[in-house]
């Protein structure tokens, strides 16, 4: 890629970054730029992708070398789009059909078997092999059947709780507590590799190389929001006065 | 104190973003070398499950990740895809991600600059970018070129060496998924529950804990979680193979600082509330 375009690109990164980031500031016409940019070019990206990657080599090439099978699901894809027609609405149905129909034969089984029996299985299992492991893997083996069977309870509602069962509905609520806990540090913790990916980015779009262009449109940016409070100020004054005056 | 405490509960947030801006960018500019000391059981089962792999296998690298949550995840992609290398595996990259396949591109060029001796339909191929998940890996079952004829720039596939002895997912030895949304838990269900394909993958930080249970069943084989899990990875790419830390390592040495920060101010904050409620209030 020629090394002008890649300095073209460090500013409109830059520019687009810094435009976004002005929200944490205040909600501002360069925030409002970018929100739309954002919205548009995304919006033609998947057009173009949609079009060239998935209509062209699935369904125009195969037409063209004769293979006309591609005819059926292209017109159930079509009729997804009478939905827009109400009196023709219904047509849409048959798609949604056979869409559900085939996505409910793969998953529920599926589901059925990676999501509950197979994790009951994994609780489990690991107690068969308890005479070949460690002190703490057996207090591992034994706090997760415990976490598991208290938070189940808590989230038994068909019996009232009080007594005992509330006693271990308690733990279970602990247990979602400390879940939600390690959520919440992972959360933070995923949101700041984000941000430092942007700022890893900005500062590499600060040399030289790139003309500068995080500090310049930076400073840009300050200029622009200084000069805006000021006029902001004004109007407010002049409304002000109007305002003092009847005129309003 | 009273004065401090009310100012910790009523403080500007933005006071936080721009102390939160430059606690990031001070280790940007003035890196730390701190060292990954310790390696979590999951990125060691992963490690492990790719480096007993026989030479040659055929591996599925399927990329489902956008801009997004790129900062994260390609390290993760970079680490593993590096370690294939390394064990001369053969890698098809592949996405379900409409975000992409720009990235697919730029990570496949990254990976043979990074090892020149490997060769475009030798060693790595790509695979092109399909909107269908649950058609495509099912129809992988039987017939890979019934849903893949060509690669991604419309080469046919099966011309290429790499793709020699490849029918279905019964060739493969593995498929490595790395993505931040519920298409991870699809690759388990349909590629490895329903057709017995080892899976291994890497998530995002938020995401870590949903999937870590499938490590404990052994329906992953290994699991790479958020910037911490590629730093691991690198680490031990680079003890065992002398390979260059990469990204993540880098990414690690600033993040301490801001989560110091934010542990700092949760304490803080906690301490704030807490004593606030036994501080005498005004009208009273």
Not at chain 1, 26 to 54: A, C, R
Not at chain 1, 97 to 108: D, E, K, M, P, V
Not at chain 1, 120 to 138: Q, R, S
Request: hydrophobic share 45%; with cysteine; charged share 15%.
């Amino acid at each position: 890629m020629p090394h002008s375009l890649l300095v073209l690109g460090a500013w409109v990164t830059g520019f687009l970054t810094l435009g976004i980031f002005s929200f944490l500031y205040k909600d501002n016409p360069l925030f409002k730029i970018t929100e739309n940019l954002y919205v548009g070019v995304g919006m033609g990206y998947y057009v173009s992708l949609y079009f060239f990657q998935v209509w062209t080599p699935l369904v125009w090439e195969p037409l063209k070398e004769g293979n006309y099978i591609v005819i059926i699901p292209s017109i159930m894809g079509l009729l997804l789009l009478s939905q827009l027609v109400p009196k023709l609405s219904w047509l849409s149905r048959y798609t949604l059909t056979f869409t559900i129909g085939y996505s409910c034969g793969l998953a529920i089984p599926m589901t059925i078997n990676t999501d509950l029996l197979t994790q009951i299985l994994g609780t489990a299992k690991p107690f068969a092999n308890i005479a070949n492991v460690g002190g703490m893997d057996i207090f591992n083996m034994i706090f997760i059947l415990v976490a598991v069977l208290c938070v189940l309870t808590y989230f038994f509602f068909s019996v009232e709780s009080k007594g005992a069962v509330k006693k271990v509905s308690n733990v279970g609520i602990y247990v979602l507590m400390a879940y939600f806990g390690a959520a919440f540090g992972n959360t933070v913790m995923a949101r700041f590799s984000l941000l430092y990916g942007r700022f890893d980015t900005l500062t590499k779009y600060s040399h030289a190389e790139y003309l500068y262009s995080t500090p310049i449109i930076l400073t840009l940016f300050v200029i622009f929001f200084i000069v805006k409070h000021f006029m902001d100020k004004k109007k407010a004054a002049i409304a002000a006065e109007a305002e003092a005056n009847g005129e309003i | 104190m009273k004065r401090f405490l009310a100012f910790l509960t009523k403080m500007d947030r933005r006071w936080l973003f721009l102390f939160l801006t430059i606690v990031i960018l001070i280790p940007i500019i003035k890196p730390s070398n701190m060292e990954m000391k310790s390696i979590s059981s999951p990125v060691k089962k992963a490690y492990d499950f790719i480096d007993t792999l026989p030479e040659n296998s055929f591996v599925l690298l399927s990329l489902d990740f956008d801009p997004g949550t790129r900062p994260e995840l390609y390290p993760q992609a970079l680490a593993l895809c590096k370690h294939l290398m390394k064990k001369n595996l053969r890698v098809a990259l592949t996405t379900f991600n409409a975000g992409a396949p720009g990235i697919m591109t730029e990570f496949k060029d990254s990976i043979l600059q990074t090892f020149p001796e490997k060769k475009y339909g030798k060693d790595i191929v790509m695979f092109p970018y399909r909107a269908v998940f649950l058609a495509t890996v099912t129809q992988l079952a039987t017939d890979v070129y019934a849903q893949y004829p060509d690669d991604a720039d419309g080469a046919p596939l099966n011309k290429m060496p790499i793709m020699k002895g490849i029918k279905n997912y019964k060739d493969m030895a593995l498929a490595i998924e790395i993505s931040g949304t519920t298409l991870f838990t699809s690759w388990i269900y349909y590629v490895g529950d329903k057709y017995h394909l080892p899976v291994l993958g890497g998530t995002t930080a938020i995401t870590q804990l949903s999937y870590s249970p499938y490590v404990q069943t052994g329906q992953l084989k290994g699991l790479l979680g958020g910037m911490r899990g590629a730093a691991e990875y690198e680490a031990m790419l680079h003890d065992n193979y002398q390979l260059e830390t990469g990204d993540a390592t880098k990414s690690l040495n600033v993040l301490n600082w801001p989560h110091m920060l934010v542990f700092l101010i949760a304490v803080l904050s906690n301490i704030a509330i807490f004593f606030g409620k036994f501080m005498p209030h005004k009208e009273d």
